[in-house]
């Protein structure tokens, strides 16, 4: 039998985020209600297929704390050991937004160029940030459309206090 992904749930200031970790580190941060991990579940039967998955939050505690301690404003560079999970331009991507300082913005078309693309894969870099498994750790939300907030996958509204949490400038009209 293939190891369990330990899952426990983050309470915030910003919501209840679901938290996943496996062999190696956090693989899974669900944004918004997922009271059941049916999120989860469906994720991991695609990525980690064959994986059971026990509710276990003295595994996931640190990385709970450190999530709630970011969305009280306490916390700015997460110490958690991470284990993604994607195509190798997505993980391109999601390691570029790794560099993204707290508190900053960058564009989809900026993205595509700091991973050596040209900023008409702005579209391509737009959705690989939304098939970040880890946000918040992996701060796709500091990445911005060039006309406003962009999209995200916890919502818009959470994109937006999110960065104001940051104290990240919002393009203007956002």
């Known amino acids: 039998m293939k190891p369990a992904l330990r899952s426990g749930l983050a309470r915030t200031e910003l919501g209840t985020f679901r938290v996943s970790l496996g062999d190696r580190g956090l693989v899974y941060l669900g944004l918004g209600p997922d009271p059941d991990g049916a999120r989860l579940r469906s994720w991991a039967e695609v990525h980690l297929p064959g994986r059971p998955i026990v509710s276990d939050p003295g595994a996931t505690s640190d990385a709970c704390e450190q999530i709630a301690a970011w969305a009280r404003g306490d916390l700015r560079c997460f110490d958690l050991d991470l284990e993604l999970h994607g195509t190798p331009f997505q993980r391109a991507c999601w390691n570029e937004l790794l560099r993204i300082p707290y508190g900053s913005t960058i564009t989809y078309g900026e993205l595509a160029r700091r991973i050596g693309k040209s900023g008409g894969a702005s579209r391509a870099v737009g959705q690989a940030n939304g098939a970040n498994p880890i946000p918040i750790v992996v701060p796709c939300h500091r990445v911005v459309a060039r006309s406003g907030l962009g999209g995200f996958g916890g919502g ?19």
């Open 156 to 174: 818009v509204e959470l994109k937006r206090r999110m960065l104001e949490l940051e104290g990240a400038l919002l393009p203007c009209g956002t």
